[in-house]
Structure formats: structure tokens, C-alpha cells
């Protein structure tokens, strides 16, 4: 569907609500009525002999294809063909759409980088139960295109610190937000001692902070001017913020807690998009190689890719 507000979602509204002018024969088919027709055994003909799901009987793979979904809300729209409400999200299924990379375009780039490219970081801070991400966007002429995600899941601080390290002792990178609140206060600190605070600032999470912070995503997206990846994860991070408005008049931003993070990526992507807007020439070239950093992000890449 890819949203209430998806065409798609308005055809089958009015096949279904609307009086059916077009004479579509619509069709309905949910993950669990496949399961009730047979469709598991006929996969299982088709899975290697080794394969984990050869094991499961209906109600077990039910439950592992929702326990793979981003999201409660990814998974109702994907598997029970119930559109995504999109009255309550700040950024829309056909918004972010809009500004993904096209399926099969390699959007991520390593070391090393043009001398003239001009990087710009935003870190949200986690540890136990929250992604720690690094976002990595690079500004080209009038569109901020993402070139790393990294998504540290129950990492150390320490390894954190190395992992981020690697991108500010890149020449390219021009500056770097990050996510003082609470857990990230000492983070933050320690790297600002490190590279500075013309390189590294630290944004402390409060309310109104969030509604700075935001409102330049949805401008992003709606000007076409930031591009991302087309990955479920973090299409479900864009979407789980929601704009709330308190019985005091306040606005306020939040987000649902899932197994996959507390819309770790859209802050992050948020906080990067801040460092590009806090520089006062965007545009300056850097013309210095660090050949250390250049090293210890390639072999971390290729150890993913390993992976």
C-alpha cells in the first residue's frame, strides 16, 4: 500500500467504499490466508533440505516473518494488507519514496573520497536498548546524498568512539552533531575535546530542540533534496515519528520503541542534516588525505561485507 494516502490504497477505497466505478474484481490475500492454502508446504518443496524452515509448521513462520519486519506497522502493511495511517506520520510512504535511491544503485561510498567532497556526520547515541547510529551525508551542488549508515547495536562506548573517530579524522568531514542527552553527554564530550567545537557540536534532546531538528527533514524530503536508501529498517525509523500536540497546545515528537531501535536513523539523519545547515561555507574544498582513517574504514567496510 505504502500508506493510507497511497493511489493505490484510494483504487481499492473505491472498489470497496466508493461504488466500484472503474469494475475492478478486487482481490485480498493476507499472509495468513496463504498459510491456510497450502502456501508453506509448497515453499518448503522449493528450500534446501537445510534450510531453518523446513522445521516450522504454520504458526511458526508466521511469527518469524513478523519477528523479521522493522515494525508492527511494516508488518500489518506488508502481510495483512492493511495500509500504514499516514494521517499520524510526520513523513509520508509516498515522501520518503520520493527520495530513495532506485533499487540496485550502490548509494553507499568509502574511502577514499574526491579531495572537493564535503561530508557532514550526525550521531544518535545509544547503548542498551537504542541504536547508536552514524550517519554519514555528503552535499553535492543542492541534493544531500547518504553515504554511510552505520548502526552500532550494543557496541561498547569505547567502540563507538573508534567507529566515529575513523570518519572525523577524515579530511573531508566537515562537522558533526551529536546526541548529548543523557548517555551521550560524556560521548559528545569526549569528542568535541578531541576534534574541537568548530567540528563538533553537541545537541541536547529537549522539545523544542526536536522541533528544530525535524522540521528540516520533511523540508529535505519535500524539496527533493536529500536522498536515501531504499531499506526497510530504515524506511520504518522515517516513518515511526509522529507530530503530537499536547492538551497544553506544545508540540511534541515521539516514536514508538521496536526491536529495531527508537527512530534512531531519522535522528541521526536529522543531526547530520543540522551540521550541513551550522557551516558557514558548505562549500569550501578540502584537499587533504588521511591515509590511517582512509585504511581503518575500508578494511571495517570490507569486514561488513564479509559479514
Not at 490475500?29 to 492454502?37: H, K, M, N, P, Y
Not at 567502540?159 to 572525523?168: D, G, P, S, V
Amino acid at each position: 500500500h505504502r500508506g493510507s494516502e497511497n493511489f493505490f490504497n484510494q483504487l481499492v477505497q473505491e472498489a470497496r467504499h466508493g461504488g466500484n466505478p472503474k469494475g475492478f474484481s478486487l482481490h485480498r490475500v493476507t499472509l495468513q490466508d496463504a498459510l491456510e492454502q497450502g502456501f508453506l508446504s509448497r515453499l518448503q518443496q522449493k528450500l534446501p533440505a537445510d534450510d531453518p524452515r523446513q522445521d516450522m509448521d504454520e504458526a511458526a513462520y508466521y511469527d518469524f516473518i513478523r519477528a523479521g519486519c522493522p515494525d508492527e506497522e511494516t508488518f500489518r502493511e506488508e502481510y495483512c494488507c492493511e495500509p500504514s495511517d499516514d494521517r499520524g506520520a510526520f513523513l509520508s510512504h509516498d515522501l520518503i519514496s520520493s527520495c530513495e535511491y532506485p533499487p540496485g544503485e550502490s548509494w553507499q561510498r568509502f574511502p577514499p573520497y574526491s579531495p572537493q567532497a564535503c561530508l557532514y556526520l550526525g550521531v544518535d547515541v545509544g547503548r542498551d536498548h537504542d541504536l547508536t547510529v552514524i550517519w554519514v551525508g555528503e552535499q553535492v551542488e543542492d541534493v544531500f546524498y547518504t553515504r554511510a549508515v552505520e548502526c552500532l547495536e550494543n557496541e561498547t562506548f569505547d567502540a563507538q568512539e573508534r567507529a566515529l573517530n575513523e570518519w572525523l579524522e577524515l579530511p573531508q568531514t566537515q562537522r558533526c552533531c551529536i546526541d548529548a542527552t543523557g548517555l551521550g553527554r560524556q560521548f559528545a564530550e569526549r569528542t568535541q575535546q578531541r576534534f574541537g567545537s568548530g567540528r563538533v557540536e553537541e545537541i541536547c534532546f529537549t522539545a523544542p530542540v526536536k522541533e528544530r531538528l525535524a522540521y528540516p527533514v520533511r523540508a529535505a524530503f519535500e524539496a527533493r533534496a536529500v536522498r536515501v536508501p531504499a531499506e526497510p529498517a530504515l524506511r520504518a525509523d522515517l516513518r515511526a515519528v509522529k507530530k503530537e500536540t499536547t492538551a497544553g497546545g506544545n508540540v511534541r515528537f515521539s516514536a514508538k520503541r521496536s526491536g529495531h531501535g527508537h527512530a534512531d536513523r531519522f535522528w541521526a539523519l536529522a543531526l547530520a542534516l543540522h551540521a550541513r545547515g551550522g557551516v558557514a561555507d558548505p562549500g569550501r574544498a578540502c584537499v587533504l588525505e588521511n591515509a590511517s582513517s582512509t585504511r581503518m574504514l575500508a578494511e571495517r567496510r570490507n569486514r561488513s561485507l564479509a559479514g
